[in-house]
């Protein structure tokens, strides 16, 4: 962009070619040190970027190669763990775990939350509406920690949850939720559903506040519903914050640790095991750090594979 | 406006309904600290006699003045350097745009959707051959490279938007390139800076799986580690747990609170950049 200013300025100019000739060498000269400048600049970033991510990463994947204890001696075992990953019961079962738990952390937040944003729609600017806005970014704002240890408590045997299902007749299915086997894994995706609904909410609220009122005007006059409204204005409107809904609670789900180390553990039994808890596991506990790397770069690219498509989509329509 | 006054009725309802839901575990952690001690309270049952000294015992046994210090100190080691970081290499990335800024916008663009659980054990070898093993350096140095991908991102969308013609501007009247960023640039990217600071400042707070990883003493984790720690003492003394944990959580609450507005706008501009 300096060349516009010296072109710009004709006064410099003293006959034509020797200037250019002039331009180009003062051109070089500056593009060479402003790249030197321009890189030095983002040197610091990059090199504690590169040494506390890039790194690990590259030593995750050159650990998933070999059998080793963190300490002592490794061995190279090629692609074994990978195997492992995939044939042992228990490793695979914390895959499929976390995949059940995106139907809980992203299916049911970005589903109920456009309902919940499109029926609130109308009232967005109303002082119920802020103190809302401030009131569902709780979850948010705590840690995820402290949602696991209240919503254990919610969920235990005498907890508000079976408190409630008494009051209203439904004494007969009360039950420690996090400690049975059937329920325990969907109990978990209610707690990651709790946190992610009222960010989700909020987004596609802030997305739908910025919808052209007059399409909506339009569909009234053409006579639509409410519904035919949702479907054919809303959430196409939406493709963006949408994405961006998708993207964060896909990932929240797959890498999913805090609320399951506080609240379960990974139990009962292996029941709500997820990659995140079982790396942390086989790592520092059962000290089987080529396992847990190999385990960690699946999860790495699992993630990947979710998430690109949906950033994807949603770069499309912005352009 | 018939219509239009139900579905707003319905509307109120469904919020209120949902603010509810929300509140739910707040209230019921507070009524459950409110019990004496010891006690398997059921419910939401207020107690007949209220124990407020839970709340004292909790802060004493949980050392709580401690925790603050630690959580604090590790928010100092983290936010300020990598906002200083982050802004200089979005400025250079987003605004001076050398050769070769695509290509380091990929790299760090790259880091985006990384898990932590994805590098925690080498991080982990890395920090004990540092011999910075449960010191908050263990913390406070790997937060700064993890949040980095996110924060380059955030201050060069910022800078991207800023006009060519500022800068030019400035370096007709002699300005170099760290006098436009640091008098020019900087001062208009306070706002872009705050909202980065904000989500910064609770990331690190919150931060739990590198808390537990690779520190031991609670007292030298973060808010949300300590948290961990207390739940496994204090796990079958579900009042004094519930106290605990409501006092761990309260300085994040209040910190929202007091800065509710900028928290949300920075929030939601942080979901839709990440």
């Keep these: 962009m300096t060349q516009r200013t010296l072109t710009a300025r004709p006064g410099r100019v003293q006959g034509r070619d020797r200037a250019s000739a002039a331009q180009r060498r003062r051109r070089g000269g500056r593009l060479r040190t402003s790249v030197l400048i321009g890189w030095l600049f983002v040197a610091p970033a990059l090199l504690v970027y590169a040494f506390f991510v890039l ?13 080793w204890n963190g300490i002592g001696r490794s061995t190279w075992v090629g ?4 195997a492992q990953v995939f044939t042992d019961p228990d490793l695979f079962r914390s895959i499929l775990n976390a995949f059940e738990l995106i139907v809980f952390f992203s299916a049911v937040p970005v589903l109920l939350g456009l309902v919940i944003a499109a029926t609130i729609r109308r009232i967005a600017a109303s ?19 402290a949602a696991g240890i209240a919503w254990s408590w919610l969920l235990s045997s005498t907890g508000v949850v079976n408190q409630v299902l008494r ?7 009360t039950r420690a939720w996090l400690g049975d086997f059937s329920t325990a894994l969907p109990s978990v995706g209610v707690i990651g559903a709790w946190v992610l609904l009222g960010l989700c909410t909020l987004l596609l609220l802030a997305g739908m506040s910025k919808i052209d009122s007059s399409l909506y005007e339009a569909a009234r006059l053409d006579g639509a519903g409410p519904v035919r409204e949702f479907f054919a204005i809303t959430v196409p409107s939406l493709r963006q914050e949408l994405g961006v809904c998708d993207t964060v609670t896909v990932i929240a789900a797959l890498a999913s640790f805090d609320v399951i180390y506080i609240s379960t553990q990974g139990g009962p039994g292996n029941a709500t095991m997820v990659p995140g808890l079982e790396i942390y596991y086989l790592a520092f506990s059962e000290r089987e750090v080529g396992l847990a790397s190999a385990l960690a770069v699946v999860l790495m690219i699992l993630v990947l594979i979710c998430v690109t498509p949906i950033q994807w989509l949603t770069k499309e329509d912005t352009k | ?31 459950t600290a409110l019990h004496p001690a010891g006690t398997y309270p059921a419910g939401l049952d207020w107690p007949s006699h209220p124990q407020w000294g839970n709340f004292v015992s909790a802060f ?13 100190l590790i928010v100092l080691g983290v936010v300020p350097v990598s906002i200083l970081l982050a802004t200089m290499a979005g400025f250079a990335i987003g605004h001076l745009r050398m050769a070769g800024h695509r290509l380091l916008l990929l790299v760090f663009v790259f880091g985006l959707t990384l898990p932590f659980e994805g590098i925690v054990t080498p991080l982990y070898l890395q920090v004990r051959d540092l011999g910075l093993l449960n010191t908050r350096w263990a913390i406070i140095l790997p937060l700064i490279g993890l949040f980095m991908p996110f ?3 955030w201050m060069r969308a910022h800078f991207v938007n800023m006009p060519e013609e500022l800068s030019e501007s400035a370096r007709v009247d002699g300005a170099g390139t760290w006098q436009l960023f640091w008098r020019i640039h900087v001062p208009l990217a306070r706002p872009a800076i705050a909202s980065l600071a904000i989500l910064l400042f609770l990331w690190t707070w919150n931060q ?8 031991d003493d609670p007292a030298k984790r973060t808010m949300a580690g300590a948290l961990g720690a207390f739940q496994g003492q204090w796990g079958t003394d579900i009042p004094l747990l519930c106290a605990g944990s409501l006092l761990i959580l309260a300085p994040t609450l209040l910190v929202f609170v007091i800065f509710q507005r900028q928290f949300v706008s920075a929030l939601l501009q942080g979901s839709l950049k990440g």
């Excluded at chain 2, 949902?18 to 507070?30: D, E, I, K, N, R």
């Excluded at chain 2, 799986?209 to 690779?214: E, W």
């Design chain 2, 151 to 153: 924060s380059v991102f």
């Design chain 1, 167 to 173: 009051a209203i007749g439904l004494g007969g299915i």
């Design chain 2, 60 to 72: 004493q046994s949980a050392r709580m003045g401690k925790l603050l210090q630690s959580s604090a």
């Design chain 2, 208 to 215: 739990f799986l590198l808390a537990i990883v690779l520190v």
């Design chain 1, 127 to 145: 002082r119920l509406a802020m103190v809302g806005r401030t009131v569902l970014f709780l979850p948010q704002v705590i840690p995820l920690v």
């Design chain 2, 1 to 31: 406006m018939i219509t239009g006054r139900r579905e707003a009725w319905i509307g109120r309802a469904l919020l209120i309904v949902l603010m509810a839901g929300t509140v739910l575990p707040f209230l019921s952690l507070f009524v």
């Design chain 1, 55 to 67: 790194r690990p990463l590259v030593m995750t994947i050159q650990y998933s190669l070999y059998k």
């Design chain 1, 79 to 82: 692609l074994d763990n990978y």
